[in-house]
Structure formats: structure tokens, C-alpha cells
């Protein structure tokens, strides 16, 4: 089935997961594979699955977090920007942001 016939959506049979980048204006501070990811949007948390619809959105203030497929999470400070959902993949591009823990 081609891109078109799936109006943009990966084939659940061949993307279990999905590909996340985690991006400020100084760095590239993530870019990998998750299960799932919580996003602090300006309206809300936003919980995001493989073969999530296409969207886009504002980011909020709050904590980004990323979970790998063995359990374990890797954690953001975010503020500003946005996050965009597309083909199994999550771009968060914020104005400000920081890995929690290092």
C-alpha cells in the first residue's frame, strides 16, 4: 500500500513505535526511538502513541517525557514552541528546554 492510499499513515505491521526529536535553539537535544510521549502542551498533557493522527500544536510550560521500548524515560523542561505529530514521528521544537536529571 503506497503513502497515499494510507493518507500519510506507517503501517502498524512495520513501525511498532515511534521516532522523536527534541530540539532548542542551542542544541539537538534527543533524537531516538520511544513507545510513547507526554507533552505539556499549552491547552494540556498530550499523550502521544504509535500511529497517533497527524497534528500540530502549541507547547506549553512543563515536563516533556519520552519512554523507550525497555522501560525506561528520559525527561525535558520545555516552554514555548511547538510539537508535531507526522508518519510515527514526534518533532518537538522548543524555545526553551533542558534534560531533567543531568
Known amino acids: 500500500?503506497?503513502?497515499?492510499?494510507?493518507?500519510?499513515?506507517?503501517?502498524?505491521?512495520?513501525?511498532?513505535?515511534?521516532?522523536?526529536?527534541?530540539?532548542?535553539?542551542?542544541?539537538?537535544?534527543?533524537?531516538?526511538?520511544?513507545?510513547?510521549?507526554?507533552?505539556?502542551?499549552?491547552?494540556?498533557?498530550?499523550g502521544i502513541?504509535?500511529?497517533?493522527a497527524p497534528m500540530l500544536a502549541l507547547l506549553g510550560r512543563g515536563v516533556l517525557t519520552v519512554r523507550g521500548a525497555?522501560?525506561?524515560e528520559r525527561r525535558f523542561t520545555v516552554g514555548g514552541g511547538f510539537v508535531q505529530v507526522l508518519s510515527n514521528t514526534v518533532r518537538v521544537v522548543a524555545e526553551e528546554a533542558a534534560i531533567v536529571g543531568s
Open 70 to 72: 525497555e522501560g525506561g
Open 49 to 52: 502513541l504509535p500511529r497517533h
Open 1 to 46: 500500500m503506497s503513502e497515499e492510499q494510507t493518507h500519510g499513515r506507517t503501517d502498524a505491521r512495520t513501525h511498532s513505535g515511534l521516532r522523536v526529536d527534541v530540539v532548542s535553539p542551542e542544541a539537538i537535544l534527543y533524537q531516538g526511538g520511544a513507545t510513547s510521549v507526554i507533552v505539556p502542551a499549552y491547552d494540556g498533557l498530550l
